[in-house]
């Protein structure tokens, strides 16, 4: 038995008898008051409980878990938020490095790189990518699709996925929030949904890029651009699970779009519905599988659109809006 497990049955007799003090607890756990007193100390450190005069004072069990967990979530969050951040820091000096690798004064070459400049380098340079490998796996990350949306809809409406798609194949599409609620990007997204692929849309994408098969990756020259005019592909496994693991990051705070049967929601919606229902926005934010800084940032992208100074006045803003 691990020591979770005995502090957790010991508290289990605490509760049932809401014993009021150490003697007794010591007595009817058949433990020595010194352990019983160390035992008793180690849960007032994680919070169940509390001992004042003698007397123990018992706080309700979700609510000490729920604070604990808040906490080394928080943790967690702040080391990968600020590993994203690194990260990305150094994918924007990786173009010129790749460049300086394939053209220096080494003998040591071998890394299968490609570059396209123009308007439309980023979609050319994934359909000839795409062409190569007939992938079965694509992630990309559109945070300006107006270029190539606009082209689509004058000259040949659909998806790519139409005819290269796959009843095993994993497509995946991140767009911007406010693309996703355009009468353009909705009447492509349907087009892409059909196609069998996954949509999800983000506040905030990170930059134009994609993940071919986990082993090829497409950057912009300057990473952070939205709709890049120079394009790098390059072949590397190593390189495309660090890309892979950004992209499920900004995946799983993303909100996923359903189909044209306009089921589209604003990335603050599903966390206001839970805050509505009484959860608080840090829990609402947990039960969502978000960090509670995303949680909180999503709240106040909603009181700025709604122009509310407050979460109560913000609550009934957004039922308003939904006609609730």
Not at 28 to 53: C, N, P, Q, Y
Not at 106 to 117: A, E, F, R, T, W
Not at 196 to 211: A, C, E, K, L
Request: hydrophobic share 40%; net charge negative.
């Amino acid at each position: 038995m691990n020591r979770t497990t005995e502090l957790a049955e010991f508290l289990d007799i605490a509760l049932r008898g809401r014993i009021e003090s150490v003697a007794e607890l010591a007595e009817v756990t058949g433990g020595s008051m010194d352990t019983t007193e160390k035992t008793v100390a180690r849960l007032e450190e994680f919070g169940f409980l509390s001992v004042a005069d003698g007397v123990i004072t018992y706080r309700r069990p979700d609510a000490t878990v729920a604070d604990v967990t808040q906490h080394i979530l928080a943790g967690v969050a702040h080391d990968l938020e600020s590993g994203i951040a690194r990260t990305q820091g150094i994918l924007q000096s990786l173009p010129k490095l790749l460049q300086a690798w394939e053209h220096g004064d080494s003998d040591v070459h071998g890394l299968p790189i490609d570059v396209m400049h123009g308007p439309f380098a980023a979609p050319d340079m994934y359909k000839i990518q795409a062409s190569r490998s007939k992938p079965v796996a694509s992630y990309a990350c559109m945070p300006d699709t107006v270029p190539l949306y606009t082209v689509l809809a004058e000259k040949k409406p659909g998806s790519y996925w139409e005819e290269n798609g796959g009843p095993n194949h994993d497509i995946r599409l991140i767009v911007s929030t406010v693309d996703a609620n355009t009468e353009l990007g909705r009447n492509q997204i349907t087009h892409e949904i059909n196609a069998g692929s996954q949509v999800r849309m983000h506040p905030n994408p990170p930059s134009f890029f994609w993940i071919l098969d986990h082993t090829s990756v497409g950057i912009p020259f300057t990473w952070g651009e939205a709709w890049p005019s120079s394009m790098m592909s390059i072949q590397s496994p190593t390189l495309a699970g660090i890309m892979t693991w950004i992209y499920h990051r900004v995946w799983e705070e993303a909100v996923p779009v359903a189909d044209h049967g306009h089921s589209w929601e604003n990335p603050w919606d599903p966390i206001l519905k839970l805050m509505n229902s009484g959860l608080t926005m840090e829990s609402a934010s947990i039960a969502l599988g978000l960090t509670p800084r995303t949680g909180r940032r999503r709240v106040a992208d909603a009181m700025r659109h709604y122009g509310v100074s407050s979460q109560f006045s913000l609550g009934a803003a957004w039922s308003a809006s939904r006609g609730h």
